[in-house]
Nanobody
């Protein structure tokens, strides 16, 4: 079992910045990747960014490349998502995820542990 707790969401202006944090605990040793997914109004949950667990390899959705940065602090077992240049279409519930396989596609990630989700709202 893996437990994930997100923090740092909220309201931002278009063009602004927010940083999300996700504290992980439990059996994270058997997770190959950690990631962030989001569920925007009227859309299915989609992958935003992922990072190799304990490593540096990253991958991003095309819609956030150059604006979002995923990172991790191994000593704190915490991952981060730094979001800048925010757009209204970035609005949604953001979920931290512990992935069996390193994929931004939910179907390709194997079994996934999810956080409870945190709201991010970007106003224009």
């Amino acid at each position: 079992q893996v437990q994930l707790a997100e923090s740092g969401g909220g309201l931002a202006q278009e063009g602004g910045s927010l940083t999300l944090s996700c504290a992980a605990s439990g059996a994270t040793w058997n997770r190959n990747c950690m990631g962030w997914f989001r569920e925007s109004p009227g859309k299915e949950r989609e992958g935003v960014a992922r990072i190799a667990h304990g490593g540096t390899a990253t991958d991003y959705a095309d819609s956030v490349k150059g604006r979002f940065t995923i990172s991790q602090d191994i000593s704190k077992n915490t991952i981060y998502l730094q979001m800048s240049g925010l757009k209204p279409e970035d609005t949604g519930v953001y979920y931290c995820a512990a992935l069996h396989y390193c994929s931004l596609r939910i179907a390709g990630a194997g079994d996934i542990y999810w956080g409870q989700g945190i709201q991010v709202t970007v106003s224009s």
